[in-house]
Every structure is written in structure tokens, then in C-alpha cells.
């Protein structure tokens, strides 16, 4: 086949008219199609870079809470020994009270330290001296029924958040049973771990828009948030049952909407090791995929642009043909009418 024989062979004109808008369409098809798997995939990295950070975030937070409640156990558990050796029950009201602000020395995620006897009041306390008129009593107090009510040391026990007996200020009880050098249960020690604390700390690990940090108890009411919440300190978290259900279905991350004001958000949940607590920080899911929607935006704005393109390019190739066709059509009409 020489040259000539092969333009012929490949002019437009040899080919179907619809085999070019079929060429285009599967064209642009191909395009849409992996723009589309384009944006599938940046949303799943998205979903996985979200799942990451906040994941990383909730451990180390979990680990700081666990290291902040040794510190404070440590000091209990020194309390508890002295109990057994007689040595609090030895010390008058002000020497306890002596004794217990030299232990308190260094604790600032804890607002105090205080003695409970047998019945129920209150000893001794680091925060002041003498203790308000009538002495406060916390005879039935779910810490202190717990503790009264085993037969041996149950531990370190940790309560839900509450305004302080002594100042209204929001904390949170850790405590432990005290028994006398016979063994016979002596009362409680405990420190009241600083709600405030915690939300100054989360506070200054400078948070992204639209994220939340909460420390709650295994029950599901909250000890800590930030930003914090009005009324919320002491109350279940209303999305508590869906991270565990969540969780327990092994889906990462964890995706929630909050009862409260409807917003969904992507989660991560992490429990404090050795403690009936767990670290649940959040972010919502309209902040976390600004980033995907902005791509996703460009990749729509480029993939029209280029179909638009492809579109105006088939439209113009095809009058381009008409136009061809149409003065084919007059030069054989013109040479046929030449020999007559």
C-alpha cells in the first residue's frame, strides 16, 4: 500500500459519522472516571490521616492522664501504710492537717488531700484548718459505701466529677480504704483530682479547629472537656454508647453525631491503662474534610474544563466534516454538469 492509497485509507470521510462522538464520549468517560477514583482515594487518605492524628493524640493524652493519677496513688498508697503503722491515728487534728499539706507538695493535678474516719467525716484536709462548722460528711457517698463495704482493699477508686463539699469547685474523687495496724476498716484518704487540670492541659496542646478533648469514667459521665461545655461536667456523654459500639465493631475511625447539636464527627477512643478511664478526642467531620472538599472542588473544576474542551473539539471536527462533505458534494455536482 503506497502513500497515497494509505490517506485515503485513514481520511475521515472512510469511517462512520458516529464512530467520533462515540470516540469523544469514551474519551471523556475515561476522564470522569478516574477523576472520580481520584477523589475516592483522597477521601479514604483524608478519613486515614484524620484516624492517625487523632488516634495518636487520644494515647498520649491517655498516657499523661495515667502518669498525672500514679503520682497521686503514689501518695495514697504512702498514707495508707502510715494508717496501718498508727501513725495517722496518732496525729491531733492540726498535725494531720501539717502532715497531709506536706504530702500535697507537688500535686498540682490534685486540690487537695483529705482523711474520712470510720463514720464518714471529714478529719483532716490539706486545703484548710480548721474544717467548716458542722464538719462535713460523706458517710453516704458512693466512694465512701464502696470502701466501708468490702471486707479487704478494693484499691485505687476513682468517682465521677462533682462540685467540692468544701468549695463548689468541680472535681473528681480518688481515694482509698484506710485500716487501722488491726486490719478493721479506718476511713478513707483521698485527693480531689483538679477537673480544671485537665482542661488547662488540653487546652494548651493547642487544639485544630473543630477538635475536642473529653476524659471520662467508665461509666460514661464526663470528668473533663475542651472546650468545655456548660453543664455537662458530671453527666453522661451522649454519645458515650456509640464509640463503644462503634469500637466494638472494630470501625476506624469512629464516626458519631452528637445528640446535643447534630454534628458528626470522626473519633478515636483510648482507655487509661490500669484505670476506669478513657480519653475520647474528636473532630468534626465537616472540619476534618475541608481539605478533601477543596480538592475534590479543583479535581470537578479541572475534569469539566477538559470535557467541556473535549466536547467543543468533536462539535467542531464534525461541522469541519459537514463542511467538507457539502463541497465534496457541490465539485461532484459541478463535474458532472461539466461534460453535458
Not at 62 to 88: F, W
Not at 160 to 170: I, K, R, S, T, Y
Not at 288 to 313: C, K, M, N
Amino acid at each position: 500500500m503506497n502513500l497515497t492509497a494509505l490517506l485515503r485509507w485513514c481520511h475521515p470521510g472512510r469511517w462512520p459519522r458516529r464512530v467520533i462522538p462515540w470516540t469523544g464520549g469514551l474519551f471523556i468517560t475515561v476522564i470522569a472516571a478516574m477523576a472520580a477514583h481520584d477523589i475516592v482515594r483522597s477521601y479514604h487518605q483524608s478519613v486515614t490521616a484524620t484516624r492517625d492524628e487523632l488516634g495518636t493524640r487520644a494515647r498520649v493524652i491517655a498516657e499523661q492522664t495515667a502518669r498525672s493519677l500514679q503520682a497521686v496513688d503514689v501518695v495514697l498508697r504512702h498514707l495508707t501504710e502510715q494508717s496501718r503503722l498508727g501513725v495517722l491515728a496518732a496525729m491531733d487534728d492540726r498535725s494531720l492537717h501539717t502532715y497531709l499539706s506536706q504530702q500535697a507538695v507537688g500535686l498540682i493535678q490534685s486540690a487537695g488531700l483529705a482523711v474520712l474516719n470510720a463514720s464518714g467525716q471529714w478529719r483532716a484536709t490539706s486545703a484548710m484548718f480548721p474544717l467548716p462548722e458542722p464538719v462535713p460528711d460523706s458517710s453516704d457517698l458512693e466512694l465512701f459505701r464502696v470502701h466501708r463495704g468490702t471486707c479487704c482493699d478494693i484499691g485505687l477508686y476513682i468517682g465521677e466529677a462533682n462540685p467540692g463539699q468544701l468549695d463548689g469547685v468541680w472535681v473528681f474523687p480518688i481515694t482509698r480504704r484506710l485500716e487501722s495496724s488491726a486490719g478493721e476498716f479506718a476511713g478513707i484518704v483521698g485527693a480531689r483530682g483538679r477537673v480544671d487540670y485537665f482542661q488547662e492541659f488540653y487546652r494548651d496542646i493547642r487544639l485544630d479547629p473543630g477538635t475536642t478533648i473529653a476524659l471520662i469514667h467508665q461509666s460514661g459521665s464526663l470528668l473533663a472537656r475542651y472546650p468545655p461545655r456548660d453543664g455537662e461536667l458530671g453527666k453522661h456523654l451522649p454519645y458515650f454508647e456509640q464509640l463503644l459500639a462503634a469500637r466494638a465493631a472494630a470501625q476506624e475511625p469512629l464516626q458519631i453525631s452528637d445528640p446535643i447539636d447534630g454534628v458528626d464527627r470522626f473519633g478515636a477512643f483510648q482507655s487509661v491503662l490500669g484505670y476506669p478511664l478513657a480519653v475520647i478526642v474528636t473532630r468534626e467531620a465537616r472540619v476534618a474534610l475541608t481539605p478533601w472538599r477543596d480538592q475534590a472542588f479543583g479535581t470537578g473544576v479541572r475534569t469539566l474544563a477538559l470535557s467541556t474542551l473535549a466536547v467543543a473539539l468533536i462539535v467542531a471536527l464534525l461541522r469541519h466534516l459537514r463542511r467538507l462533505d457539502t463541497a465534496r458534494a457541490a465539485l461532484e455536482t459541478s463535474q458532472e454538469r461539466y461534460p453535458l
